[in-house]
């Protein structure tokens, strides 16, 4: 058995079709535009922020593995928006978000990427880890996103 690609797959496996709350497409499917600036249940965050904070930080984490001149970004000011959205913004949140899951997937699926060496730059940490911290975030938000849409009375 080939270890190295069998984590690969899987890894491509999870970023494609997460198996916990489901894809981004799962939780904006018929997402009512009118909500876009909503706060549902007295929450700190709109749907907009919450979406733009979950496209943020998994670009900043993308942009750790493959950028050797990456500046950190501060915590919580630089990771949630405080403006207002259109749905061109939304739009734009949406497939920008979608191109890095496509970068992320092009750096798992090439085999001289070594998952598991630390990442120059960085302080200790591997492509592995940053993979996985970028799964279980977007999870994290996404079953929040779930939430919130229930809240708001526009989830079946």
Do not use: C
């Amino acid at each position: 058995m080939d270890t190295e690609n069998s984590l690969r797959k899987e890894l491509l496996n999870y970023l494609e079709r997460p198996h916990t709350h489901g894809t981004l497409k799962d939780i904006l499917k018929d997402f009512p535009e009118n909500l876009i600036n909503e706060t549902p249940g007295n929450l700190p965050y709109t749907f907009w922020q919450m979406l733009e904070h979950i496209r943020i930080s998994q670009f900043d984490m993308v942009d750790f593995i493959r950028n050797p001149n990456y500046k950190e970004m501060q915590w919580p000011k630089d990771y949630w928006p405080t403006d207002k959205a259109d749905s061109k913004m939304w739009n734009e949140a949406i497939e920008k978000f979608h191109n890095d899951i496509d970068t992320l997937k092009k750096i798992v699926e090439d085999p001289k990427t070594d998952l598991f060496a630390p990442i120059p730059h960085g302080t200790g940490q591997t492509i592995f880890r940053e993979v996985m911290q970028i799964i279980e975030h977007n999870s994290y938000h996404f079953g929040q996103f779930i939430v919130m849409r229930r809240l708001a009375k526009a989830w079946d």
